[in-house]
């Protein structure tokens, strides 16, 4: 069965501390896509990265890190020196390979709320 | 480039009726994806497009149908509403690079049954 679990259901940080989104996920595909979302009050999904299943590299983006570790099918998201704009829910997800159609599979959810 | 636009934004709909949403997806995109978002049951699945083609399908009853068009353009429906069926729905757009594909969300329609 594939499955996606974000077992956070919310977080509340302060701004400027540092932030780690968990997701992990179960699948049989070998081949298979990760995927994080944020969603804003807006409730219009902003895609934030993708990651397929053969490249484990690590990647920075700005403020925003993804770790990706296939030995604990694990693929967390981290926010550094968070902001009240990174207030949010946030989606990791589980793509299936494209030529079976491609569909995702969603976790529940982690809602960060950014104080001041 | 334009996003995934979605038509209606918002829908309110008595239970029985049926209702059409409609997505046009990012240019070039050839794969549409629906997908239904609840409070209770998060977001689910319903069914992709690519080509005019069903490749895929979702866990939802008979009631819940779509289709694309030649331009890529794709509708879903849903007949005889049911309370239940009220929920944000949210289309996506993509086309495969490498093997790999990234999906596009629309602002989603908003659907209210009563």
């Known amino acids: 069965a594939q499955k996606v679990t974000q077992a956070q259901t919310e977080i509340s940080v302060v701004e400027k501390e540092d932030v780690t989104l968990d997701c992990v996920y179960e699948t049989r595909d070998t081949t298979y896509y990760l995927f994080w979302y944020k969603q804003p009050p807006s409730g219009e999904l902003v895609f934030l990265i993708r990651r397929n299943s053969f490249d484990e590299q690590n990647e920075i983006s700005g403020r925003y890190s993804w770790n990706f570790q296939k030995s604990t099918s694990s693929f967390n998201f981290t926010i550094t020196a968070s902001q009240a704009v990174d207030s949010a829910v946030y989606f990791c997800a589980l793509g299936t390979p494209y030529n079976q159609g491609g569909k995702l599979i969603f976790g529940q959810g982690t809602e960060l709320s950014v104080k001041p | 480039k334009a996003g995934v636009t979605q038509t209606p934004r918002y829908l309110i709909k008595t239970r029985g009726q049926q209702v059409t949403l409609s997505c046009s997806p990012i240019?070039?995109?050839?794969?549409v994806s629906w997908y239904q978002q609840t409070p209770g049951q998060g977001l689910q699945f319903l069914f992709e497009?690519?080509?005019?083609?069903?490749?895929n399908k979702g866990n939802f009853p008979g009631r819940f149908s779509g289709r694309q068009f030649s331009n890529s353009r794709s509708e879903m429906n849903v007949s005889t509403l049911e309370l239940g069926d009220s929920a944000l729905y949210l289309c996506?757009?993509?086309?495969?690079?490498?093997?790999?594909?990234?999906?596009?969300f629309g602002p989603g329609t908003r659907l209210t049954v009563t």
């Open positions: 996506a757009s993509s086309e495969p690079r490498g093997g790999s594909y990234e999906q596009y």
């Open positions: 497009y690519f080509s005019e083609t069903q490749r």
């Open positions: 240019s070039g995109h050839r794969s």
